[in-house]
């Protein structure tokens, strides 16, 4: 009997986004591949290879223990975390020898204390309208800059940067942005001419070229996705990532009953229910409840019902085509049928960021590459 959920991971498309991404870039502009969170739910450390195999000369995550698993995996070259760290976390994240990100004098001293004698990458931020991390501040973020320049201890300056709030969205308050930036980036490469500027994600490498600088970091695009919500096929982008599971059950249904908790389908004809073992324990969030679309044998077929933690239903028509395991998909390709995670982000009202995060750690990952088994 087939697996009852498994996300297949092409790691040759994630390569193929990685040269796309880099072929859009200006010469001597570097690549970080942006791994967190389990490199959006696709394994952070086979898409980390892969990344690095395709030319990202950087990776970036978000916490010390991302990074650790990183350098625990033998992943070397330069590595990035991008957020908030602890008095507890920081340690692990300078074990790991990564770069990390400051904005406040108190994070400075507590990095002063906290080296050990290895070699630091400071990394600092302004806020230039994200609202988040970094400091507003113009003079704050020089001042950092220089003690990072300065520093008598491992300490060393090793990047500029700031995070874009609508690159995919509002393309004048980006430009804002960057206007905000430039004087930052002009007065700290006065004093350091080789620290790397860096601000774009995946949608300004794809809109604003003028976003580049030295160093872009690409999220959503090295897996494959539209951070525009579009096609990814319109961007050049190959979707690393399919979900498929299989049909556990068939029964008929007759006009008036019900299928699911809360009986949100009625069968209005005679019809065929197929049970599929995937819930919204493994990501398929209930959201897609008589909203999404199971593609079994080629074609397309509604899901029906509530969905639950462990399993969906789908009505598959009255011809009863459809057998007990048969495969299942629930994102990706099945002949001339698709089904991306733009389409059930744009159904369930979220991003596509989301759809692929949310795929739970009990749905197994599995490596290829084009469909030959890593």
Same mark, same amino acid.
């Given at each position: 009997?087939?697996?009852? *959920?498994? !996300?297949?991971?092409?790691?040759?498309?994630?390569?193929?986004?990685?040269?796309?991404?880099?072929?859009?870039?200006?010469?001597?502009?570097?690549?970080?591949?942006?791994?967190?969170?389990?490199?959006?739910?696709?394994?952070?450390?086979?898409?980390?290879?892969?990344?690095? +195999? !395709?030319?990202?000369?950087?990776?970036? #995550?978000?916490?010390?223990?991302?990074?650790?698993?990183?350098?625990? =995996?033998?992943?070397?070259?330069?590595?990035?975390?991008?957020?908030?760290?602890?008095?507890?976390?920081?340690?692990?994240?300078?074990?790991?020898? +990564?770069?990390?990100?400051?904005?406040?004098?108190?994070?400075?001293?507590?990095?002063?204390?906290?080296?050990?004698?290895?070699?630091?990458?400071?990394?600092?931020?302004?806020? @230039?309208?994200?609202?988040?991390?970094?400091?507003?501040? $113009?003079?704050?973020?020089?001042?950092?800059?220089?003690?990072?320049?300065?520093?008598?201890?491992?300490?060393?300056?090793?990047? /500029?940067?700031?995070?874009?709030?609508? =690159?995919?969205?509002?393309?004048?308050?980006?430009?804002?942005?960057?206007?905000?930036?430039?004087?930052?980036?002009?007065?700290?490469?006065?004093?350091?001419?080789?620290?790397?500027?860096?601000?774009?994600?995946? +949608?300004?490498?794809?809109?604003?070229?003028?976003?580049?600088?030295? $160093?872009?970091?690409?999220?959503?695009?090295?897996?494959?996705?539209?951070?525009?919500?579009?096609?990814?096929?319109?961007?050049?982008?190959?979707? *690393? $990532?399919?979900?498929?599971?299989?049909? +556990? *059950?068939?029964?008929?249904?007759?006009?008036?009953?019900?299928?699911?908790?809360?009986?949100?389908?009625? *069968?209005?004809?005679? @019809?065929?229910?197929?049970?599929?073992?995937?819930?919204?324990?493994?990501?398929?969030?209930?959201?897609?409840?008589?909203?999404?679309? /199971?593609?079994?044998?080629? &074609?397309?077929?509604?899901?029906?019902?509530?969905?639950?933690?462990?399993?969906?239903?789908?009505? #598959?028509?009255?011809?009863? =085509?459809?057998? #007990?395991?048969?495969?299942?998909?629930?994102?990706?390709?099945?002949?001339?049928?698709?089904?991306?995670?733009?389409?059930?982000? &744009?159904?369930?009202?979220?991003?596509?960021?989301?759809?692929?995060?949310?795929?739970?750690? &009990?749905?197994?990952?599995?490596?290829? &590459?084009?469909?030959?088994?890593?």
């Amino acid at each position: 009997m087939p697996v009852r *959920a498994l !996300a297949r991971v092409n790691l040759a498309a994630i390569e193929r986004n990685i040269r796309r991404l880099r072929d859009s870039l200006a010469p001597g502009t570097r690549m970080c591949a942006v791994v967190k969170a389990d490199a959006y739910g696709h394994g952070a450390v086979p898409v980390a290879r892969a990344a690095r +195999a !395709a030319g990202a000369g950087w990776l970036a #995550v978000a916490s010390a223990q991302e990074a650790a698993e990183l350098r625990g =995996a033998g992943l070397e070259g330069p590595l990035l975390v991008m957020g908030a760290l602890s008095h507890e976390e920081l340690p692990l994240a300078l074990e790991a020898g +990564a770069d990390v990100v400051a904005w406040t004098q108190d994070f400075m001293t507590e990095l002063e204390r906290a080296d050990g004698g290895s070699s630091v990458g400071v990394h600092v931020k302004l806020d @230039t309208g994200m609202g988040r991390f970094g400091t507003r501040e $113009l003079e704050e973020a020089l001042q950092i800059a220089q003690r990072a320049g300065s520093s008598a201890g491992a300490l060393r300056l090793r990047g /500029a940067m700031t995070h874009l709030a609508t =690159a995919d969205c509002d393309p004048d308050f980006m430009r804002a942005q960057l206007e905000a930036f430039q004087p930052f980036v002009d007065r700290v490469r006065e004093q350091r001419p080789d620290v790397l500027v860096h601000a774009a994600n995946s +949608a300004a490498v794809l809109n604003a070229p003028k976003s580049h600088f030295d $160093l872009v970091r690409c999220g959503l695009a090295v897996y494959g996705c539209d951070p525009m919500g579009g096609s990814p096929e319109e961007r050049q982008l190959d979707p *690393a $990532l399919e979900l498929v599971s299989y049909v +556990a *059950a068939v029964k008929p249904a007759q006009p008036g009953e019900s299928v699911g908790y809360g009986r949100t389908f009625t *069968a209005e004809r005679e @019809t065929n229910i197929a049970t599929v073992p995937i819930g919204y324990a493994d990501g398929y969030v209930r959201a897609l409840s008589n909203n999404s679309d /199971a593609l079994i044998g080629g &074609r397309r077929h509604p899901v029906v019902g509530t969905i639950s933690m462990d399993n969906l239903t789908v009505d #598959v028509g009255p011809q009863d =085509a459809v057998r #007990v395991g048969d495969r299942v998909v629930l994102l990706g390709g099945d002949g001339s049928e698709r089904q991306t995670a733009e389409d059930l982000a &744009r159904r369930a009202g979220t991003i596509s960021w989301e759809v692929l995060c949310g795929i739970s750690g &009990r749905v197994p990952r599995v490596y290829h &590459r084009d469909g030959v088994p890593e």
